[in-house]
């Protein structure tokens, strides 16, 4: 897949003062793409990026909208890359309304209170009869 302009990393670029410890460690455009009637998910690539950290914040914006819906993202890990659960009984962003004719916002996070395992990614879901063009984005941190 052509993504790797797409996969945007940024550090944290200010400086520390003394005694600080720095806690961003990405921010990553992880998913850009449109999503029809099926749970989608982020790239396997991605994987092990997204689970070297126990802390996420995700933002999606849904824009393009065929009618009114929903959209839930849902951390999932794994310790084989094969295996995956729901890191959380409630997804991050939980049925987040959207809306045609406008450029939709949800915001999600996972705390980090439960360890993550070796590898992470997103599961994408839109009301049945929702199409629209999503993107996510990520910011990994650890305590710091």
Known sequence: ????????????????????????????????????????????????????????????IVDQVTTAGTITV???HSADGINWTDKNATAEINGASISANATNKAFGSDAGAT??????????ALTTTVQAHVKLWVTLRDEG
């Not at 550090?11 to 990405?26: I, N, Q, T």
């Open 74 to 76: 849902r951390v999932q």
């Open 1 to 60: 897949m052509e993504r790797a302009t797409v996969l945007q990393r940024r550090l944290c670029e200010r400086p520390l003062h003394k005694g600080e410890v720095l806690a961003r460690k990405a921010h990553l455009l992880v998913f850009d793409d449109f999503v029809t009637n099926t749970t989608v998910y982020t790239r396997p690539e991605l994987n092990e990026q997204l689970g070297m950290y126990d802390k996420i914040a995700i933002q999606a």
């Open 115 to 124: 360890p993550t395992l070796g590898q992470v990614r997103l599961s994408i």
